[in-house]
């Protein structure tokens, strides 16, 4: 089945700095790349997603890039705020007989420092 | 997209009750998706439950602990059976939306005592 590693598990910037978060993926059929953001107590938030026919998406200060080639997918915030704390999880997406399935990365710790 | 009510919030149940878990849709959704957190973990998925059909479970979870029921395409539930303190987690349900992205009940703190 489909093995998802996220790196770094824990990441602290000054506020303004930017922030990158990498997955990898194992299983080549994947096709959906999303990233949720999850504050204490909360449920995941999606925040952005990219699918397998795209390389780069990009949101006001968040962006994914997907490289299909390499199986892995990174996570860019720029001109980061306190409130960009929180846990992020990469996931993704099953094709083939396992569709549907999200699998998650371990989760990231980012610490934004006033 | 697809809005969830996931009930109940938080629970305190002793070792050896059982709790189920309930997730009502506003739209009809073909899969449910179940999964658990445990503390500062990230989310593991449990089972996927379609409409008429058994639920089907990942490795290393099993209906007799889990056992699911998704009796139209709007509602599921989970309970989770003979508990142990092991099985204090967060548990949430997930349906695919319509852009094709994936929301989250607002899930269900579960402590055993």
């Known amino acids: 089945g489909e093995n998802v590693e996220q790196h770094p598990s824990t990441l602290s910037v000054q506020e303004g700095d930017s922030a990158v978060i990498k997955c990898t993926y194992s299983d080549s059929a994947s096709n959906y790349f999303p990233w949720y953001k999850q504050e204490l107590g909360k449920r995941p938030q999606l925040i952005i997603d990219i699918r397998s026919n795209v390389g780069e998406k990009k949101d006001q200060r968040i962006a994914v890039t997907l490289n299909k080639t390499a199986k892995h997918f990174s996570l860019h915030i720029t001109e980061t705020q306190p409130e960009d704390s929180a846990v992020y999880f990469c996931?993704?997406?099953?094709?083939?007989?396992?569709?549907?399935?999200?699998?998650f990365g371990q989760g990231t710790i980012l610490t934004v420092h006033p | 997209s697809a809005v969830i009510s996931q009930k109940p919030s938080r629970d305190i149940c002793q070792r050896g009750t059982s709790l189920t878990i309930q997730c009502q849709v506003d739209?009809?959704?073909?899969?449910m998706f179940w999964y658990r957190q445990q503390p500062g973990q990230s989310l593991t998925l449990i089972a996927t439950a379609n409409q008429g059909s058994e639920a089907t479970y990942e490795s290393g979870f099993v209906i007799d602990k889990f056992p699911i029921s998704r009796p139209n395409l709007t509602f599921s539930t989970l309970t989770v059976s003979n508990m142990s303190p092991e099985d204090s987690s967060i548990y949430l349900c997930s349906v695919e939306t319509g852009a094709g992205g994936y929301t989250f009940g607002s899930g269900t703190r579960l402590t055993v005592v």
């Open positions: 996931a993704a997406k099953a094709g083939g007989t396992s569709y549907g399935k999200l699998t």
């Open positions: 739209s009809q959704v073909t899969m």
